[in-house]
């Protein structure tokens, strides 16, 4: 008996793509998710705080490890031109 008028493949498909919706929509019913609103206010907050880089007094362990501060020029927000100011 065939219960649907598409071929097997396009039928899992579509029924793993509504299973993905219904859980989707219940996270966010579920109040763990962060809303839209809040995300971008979030996203905003990061770009508007003060960036604080620093050499470490040590070198970390196991990390990536500055010999000298910065350049306030590679901080630049296009990243084709900071990449050019750090190749020698």
């Keep these: 008996m065939r219960v649907s008028p598409l071929g097997v493949r396009p039928t899992i498909t ?3 793509l509504v299973l993905a919706f219904c859980g ?3 996270h966010t019913l579920g109040g763990q998710a962060l ?3 809040r995300h971008l206010l979030a996203l905003v907050r990061y ?3 003060p960036k604080l ?4 007094a040590t070198p970390a362990r196991g990390g990536l ?3 000298s501060t910065p350049r306030p020029e590679a901080a ?3 990243s084709a031109a900071a990449i050019e100011t750090l190749l020698p």
């Design 65 to 67: 490890v500055l010999d």
């Design 35 to 37: 809303g839209p609103g």
């Design 53 to 56: 880089l620093t050499v470490p």
């Design 24 to 26: 989707v929509a219940l």
């Design 14 to 16: 579509v029924a793993v």
């Design 47 to 49: 770009r508007l705080s």
């Design 76 to 78: 630049s927000t296009d």
